[in-house]
C-alpha cells in the first residue's frame, strides 16, 4: 500500500525556501487586500464606523471626555489612540477626528471640538496641539452599553488590552452620517441621512417586518446633508437606488432672487452642495467670467460670513434668472451629483452592497443582540447582589456573633459559612465589610433593595423570554432616539429640500456663449477668420500674397456658419470658434474634414426656419429647409447627391415664387417654385436642360419685384416674359444687357 505524501513542516524564522513568485505575490497581495477591505475603507453596518472612528470614539469615551467633562487638549486624544489602539500615522488619526468634529462635514457630529477645526471654505484645521475635545451626545449614546457587556471586545494590536469590535450603536450612525472609503476592488459612498426619518422607518420595520422597500421610502425621503441644498432627482430614480444600494442624487445650490431699485436684481446662494469648497467653487465661476463662458453673469461676491451669501449679479435686469442659474448649474460646482453604494462590512464581516431595507433590519438585528446581551449581563449582576443580600440578612440579627467569629477563629471565612450556611461569595462579602457599614444593615432596607432587585430580574427574564417584549424595549430605544436628535431639535431638523428635475434640460448651445459681433472673412484659397466688431466690406483687409477675399460676412459668436461644398455637403461651424482676425486666420479644412478636390460653394450665417435652393452643374436642383443642413460633426452632412462628372455650384435662399436658371450656354430659364420638389436629401430633378454646357447659376426671387442680376440692375416681369417656360426646357439666349458671366449675384454673396 502506497504511504500518503507528508507535508513540507513549515518554515523556521532563519530557513529561506523556494516559492513561485506569482503565488507569494498573489498571497501577500490577497491579505493586504482584506485587510484594506476590513480594517480600514468599509464601515461596519451595525454601528456605520469604521476602525480608525470605532478606536477614537473608545479611547475619548475611556478618557473620559463625555459631554459634561471638561475639553482635553487633541493632542492627548491622538497619542491615546496611537498608543494603546491604532498603530498608524498621527495625522490620519486626527484627520479622521476632525472630520467627525465638523458640522459641515458629518451631519451628526460625533466629536465637539473648539479651536479651529476647519472651515467650509477648504481651511484645514489647526495642529492638535492647538485644539481641544470631548464627545458629543451622539457619541454617547453610540457607546452606551459597552461596561454592560453589549459586545464583544478583541485583543488590541501589542495584547496589552481589549477593544470592542463594533459599538453597541443606539444612534443610526451608518445611515444618519454616512460613509466614503475606497477599498481594493471595491469601494462605498454613503450620504447621510436625518435621523427622525431612518427613527420613523426603523419603527415601521419593527411593526411589519415583510415592509417594502417602497413604504420604507415614505419615511426616508432620500440624502440629507449638513450643507443643505436641493436634490433634484426624479423620485423613480431615488427609490430604484435604495433598493439596490446603487445609485446616486444630483444636488444644487439652494438660491432666492433679491429685488433691487429701479428693476434689478441680485442672486443670493445661501446653501453649496455637500464636500463643495466654497473658495474653490468662487475660483471655478470667476475664471469662467475671465474666459468669457458665462455672458449672463457680471460678477460674483462672497459675502459670507457664519453662513454662506454667495452674491450674483446679471448683465442686466432683463436676464432671466432660471436661465442664469441654469448655466452655472451646468458649468460649475453649484451643481454636484453625490454617488450612492451602500457597500458595508455585515455582521460576519463579509463585504456586501445592501439595500435600505437590509440596512435598516441590520441595525434593528444588532440593537437586540446589545438588548439581549445587556439584559443577560444585568442578571448576572443583581444575582451577585441579591446573593450578598441573602448572606447580610442571615446573619443581621447576629452580628456579635459574626464579630467574635473574626476577632478568634483563624479561618473565620470557614466558620462564618458552617455557622450560617452561606456561600463562599456571601462570606467573602461579610468579611470584606468596613465596620462603619454595620450600622447600615437595617432589615427593612436590605429587604427593600432585594425585592426590588427581583422584581427587576423577574422582568428581564420576561423580556428574555418574549420577543414582542424585546422589540417594543427597543422601539422605545428608537423613540428617544428620535426625541433627543430629531426633528424638533435645531441638529435634527431637515436642512436638504426636495424639488422636481429641472424643465430646462436642453439649453441651447448659444446661451452659454458670450454674444458679441463679429466678422467673417473667407480668402479664395479658403483661409478664414473671424475680426471682432462688424467691419465695413471696403476696409483694408490683407491677405497671403496671391490670395484675396472671396466670402464676407456679418455674424455674432453665438451663430452657426453653415458652408455648402462642391461634394454637395454641408459643413457646420461655431462663430465662436473661428481662428481670430489678428493674423490671416487658418485654413478652413483645419476645422471641418472638407476633401481635398473639394471647394465651397457658400458661406452663410445659419437662420433657422429658411429654405435654400441647391443644384448641380448637371442641371440638377431642389429645395432643402435650412433646419436640415445642420451638420453634427466636422465630416458634414451629405444633403445633395452630385452625379458622376459633376459638382454642386448653388446654395441660396429659397424665398419667393419664381427660380430663374442660367446655363454656360448663355441661357436663361424662368418658371415657378412650385415645380420644385422640397427633399431633405436627394439628387433632385432637372432645372434646364443642356445640349453642351452646364448650368451656371440660380436664384428664386418674387415675379412682380423684378429679377436683379449681378450687375444691379433689376429685370421686370414684363421684360422677362419671353424666359418663361416650364421647368427642364432648354430656355432662350439671355436678353441683351444680361451679365456676361451668367450670374444673377455676385460670386461669393448669398
Known amino acids: 500500500m502506497a504511504r500518503k505524501p507528508v507535508p513540507p513542516p513549515p518554515p523556521t524564522e532563519d530557513e529561506i525556501r523556494d516559492e513561485p513568485l506569482a503565488r507569494a505575490l498573489g498571497d501577500r497581495y490577497l491579505a493586504y487586500a482584506l485587510s484594506t477591505i476590513t480594517a480600514r475603507a468599509l464601515p461596519d453596518v451595525r454601528d456605520g464606523l469604521k476602525p480608525v472612528h470605532r478606536r477614537i470614539l473608545y479611547a475619548m469615551s475611556r478618557l473620559g471626555l463625555n459631554p459634561a467633562a471638561p475639553f482635553k487638549k487633541s493632542a492627548t486624544v491622538v497619542g491615546e489612540v496611537i498608543g494603546k489602539y491604532h498603530p498608524h500615522g498621527d495625522q490620519s488619526i486626527y484627520d479622521a477626528m476632525v472630520r467627525l468634529a465638523q458640522d459641515f462635514a458629518a451631519r451628526y457630529p460625533i466629536v465637539d471640538g473648539q479651536g479651529n477645526f476647519g472651515s467650509v471654505d477648504g481651511d484645514n484645521a489647526a495642529a492638535y496641539r492647538y485644539t481641544e475635545a470631548r464627545l458629543t451626545a451622539v457619541a454617547t449614546a453610540m457607546v452606551e452599553g459597552l461596561d454592560e457587556d453589549a459586545v464583544d471586545f478583541r485583543d488590541t494590536y501589542n495584547q496589552e488590552g481589549e477593544e470592542p469590535t463594533v459599538m453597541p450603536g443606539a444612534f443610526?450612525?451608518?445611515?444618519?452620517?454616512?460613509?466614503?472609503?475606497?477599498?481594493?476592488?471595491?469601494a462605498t459612498s454613503i450620504p447621510p441621512h436625518n435621523v427622525g426619518e431612518i427613527c420613523d422607518a426603523l419603527l415601521h420595520l419593527i411593526k411589519t417586518p415583510n415592509a417594502?422597500?417602497?413604504?420604507?421610502?415614505?419615511?426616508?425621503?432620500?440624502?440629507?446633508?449638513?450643507?443643505?441644498?436641493?436634490?433634484?432627482?426624479?423620485?423613480?430614480?431615488?427609490?430604484?437606488?435604495?433598493?439596490?444600494?446603487?445609485?446616486?442624487?444630483?444636488?444644487?445650490?439652494?438660491?432666492?432672487?433679491?429685488?433691487?431699485?429701479?428693476?434689478?436684481?441680485?442672486?443670493?446662494?445661501?446653501?453649496?452642495?455637500?464636500?463643495?469648497?466654497?473658495?474653490?467653487?468662487?475660483?471655478?465661476?470667476?475664471?469662467?467670467?475671465a474666459e468669457k463662458k458665462l455672458p449672463l453673469l457680471e460678477d460674483i461676491r462672497d459675502e459670507s460670513a457664519e453662513d454662506i451669501r454667495i452674491v450674483l449679479e446679471p448683465k442686466s435686469r432683463t436676464v432671466d434668472p432660471e436661465l442664469l442659474m441654469e448655466q452655472l448649474f451646468r458649468q460649475t460646482e453649484l451643481e454636484t451629483r453625490f454617488p450612492l453604494n451602500l457597500n458595508v462590512l455585515d455582521a460576519e464581516g463579509a463585504p456586501r452592497v445592501m439595500s435600505l431595507k437590509e440596512a435598516l433590519?441590520?441595525?434593528?438585528?444588532?440593537?437586540r443582540d446589545v438588548l439581549q446581551r445587556r439584559s443577560r449581563h444585568r442578571l448576572e449582576q443583581m444575582a451577585r447582589r441579591m446573593e450578598i443580600l441573602e448572606g447580610y440578612l442571615a446573619v443581621f440579627l447576629n452580628l456579635d456573633k459574626v464579630i467574635k467569629i473574626i476577632?478568634?477563629?483563624?479561618?473565620?471565612?470557614?466558620?462564618?459559612?458552617?455557622?450560617?450556611?452561606?456561600?463562599?461569595?456571601?462570606?467573602?462579602?461579610?468579611?470584606?465589610?468596613?465596620?462603619?457599614?454595620?450600622?447600615?444593615?437595617?432589615?427593612?432596607?436590605?429587604?427593600?433593595e432585594h425585592k426590588a432587585l427581583k422584581d427587576e430580574a423577574a422582568g428581564l427574564k420576561k423580556l428574555l423570554g418574549s420577543d414582542d417584549l424585546q422589540w417594543k424595549r427597543i422601539g422605545e430605544e428608537i423613540g428617544e432616539i428620535k426625541t433627543k436628535f430629531g426633528p424638533k431639535t435645531p441638529l435634527g431638523a431637515r436642512r436638504t429640500q426636495f424639488a422636481d428635475a429641472p424643465v430646462l434640460d436642453e439649453l441651447p448651445e448659444e446661451h452659454f456663449i458670450e454674444r458679441e459681433p463679429i466678422t467673417i472673412i473667407c480668402s479664395d484659397k479658403l483661409w478664414v477668420r473671424a475680426m471682432k466688431g462688424h467691419v465695413d466690406r471696403g476696409a483694408d483687409i490683407k491677405f497671403k500674397e496671391g490670395d484675396r477675399g472671396r466670402f464676407f460676412l456679418h455674424a455674432e459668436t453665438t451663430d452657426k456658419i453653415i458652408a455648402f461644398a462642391t461634394n454637395g455637403r454641408f459643413y457646420t461651424l461655431a462663430g465662436d470658434k473661428l481662428p481670430g482676425g489678428r493674423g490671416m486666420g487658418e485654413p478652413i479644412r483645419l476645422l471641418i474634414d472638407l476633401e481635398n478636390d473639394a471647394d465651397i460653394v457658400a458661406l452663410f450665417v445659419h437662420k433657422p426656419g429658411r429654405t435654400l435652393l441647391v443644384a448641380a452643374s448637371s442641371g440638377h436642383g431642389f429645395l432643402v429647409p435650412e433646419d436640415e443642413v445642420v451638420a453634427m460633426t466636422k465630416k458634414g452632412k451629405q444633403v445633395m447627391?452630385?452625379?458622376?462628372?459633376?459638382?454642386?455650384?448653388?446654395?441660396?435662399?429659397?424665398?419667393?415664387d419664381t427660380i430663374a436658371v442660367s446655363g454656360d450656354n448663355k441661357k436663361v430659364l424662368i418658371f415657378p417654385v412650385?415645380?420644385?420638389?422640397?427633399?431633405?436629401?436627394?439628387?433632385?430633378?432637372?432645372?434646364?436642360?443642356?445640349?453642351?454646357?452646364?448650368?451656371?447659376?440660380?436664384?428664386?426671387?418674387?415675379?412682380?419685384?423684378?429679377?436683379?442680376?449681378?450687375?444691379?440692375?433689376?429685370?421686370?416681369?414684363h421684360e422677362l416674359a419671353d424666359w418663361r417656360g416650364g421647368r427642364g426646357n432648354a430656355g432662350r439666349i439671355a436678353p441683351k444687357g444680361f451679365p456676361k458671366n451668367n450670374r444673377f449675384t455676385p460670386h461669393g454673396e448669398f
Not at 471565612?413 to 452561606?422: D, E, H, R, T
Not at 432637372?686 to 415675379?703: C, N
Request: charged share 30%; hydrophobic share 40%; with cysteine.
Open 172 to 186: 443610526p450612525n451608518l445611515l444618519a452620517n454616512g460613509a466614503a472609503g475606497i477599498a481594493v476592488g471595491m
Open 641 to 656: 447627391n452630385v452625379g458622376e462628372g459633376a459638382e454642386a455650384v448653388v446654395c441660396t435662399q429659397g424665398a419667393g
Open 212 to 289: 417594502r422597500d417602497d413604504t420604507l421610502l415614505k419615511f426616508v425621503r432620500g440624502p440629507d446633508f449638513p450643507t443643505g441644498g436641493i436634490v433634484v432627482e426624479s423620485a423613480e430614480s431615488i427609490a430604484e437606488s435604495y433598493r439596490t444600494g446603487r445609485g446616486g442624487f444630483r444636488i444644487r445650490a439652494r438660491w432666492a432672487k433679491e429685488d433691487g431699485t429701479r428693476g434689478s436684481y441680485q442672486i443670493v446662494v445661501d446653501q453649496i452642495p455637500y464636500q463643495v469648497v466654497k473658495s474653490k467653487l468662487i475660483e471655478r465661476v470667476a475664471a469662467l467670467l
Open 407 to 448: 476577632r478568634e477563629e483563624d479561618d473565620p471565612k470557614a466558620k462564618l459559612i458552617a455557622a450560617f450556611k452561606l456561600t463562599e461569595v456571601q462570606a467573602e462579602a461579610i468579611l470584606n465589610m468596613r465596620l462603619r457599614n454595620l450600622r447600615k444593615l437595617e432589615e427593612m432596607e436590605i429587604r427593600t
Open 361 to 367: 433590519q441590520a441595525f434593528l438585528d444588532h440593537r
Open 674 to 717: 412650385s415645380e420644385l420638389p422640397t427633399l431633405s436629401r436627394g439628387r433632385g430633378v432637372t432645372l434646364q436642360k443642356y445640349r453642351d454646357g452646364h448650368l451656371v447659376d440660380a436664384k428664386v426671387f418674387t415675379l412682380k419685384e423684378g429679377l436683379r442680376d449681378s450687375n444691379g440692375r433689376t429685370w421686370t416681369s
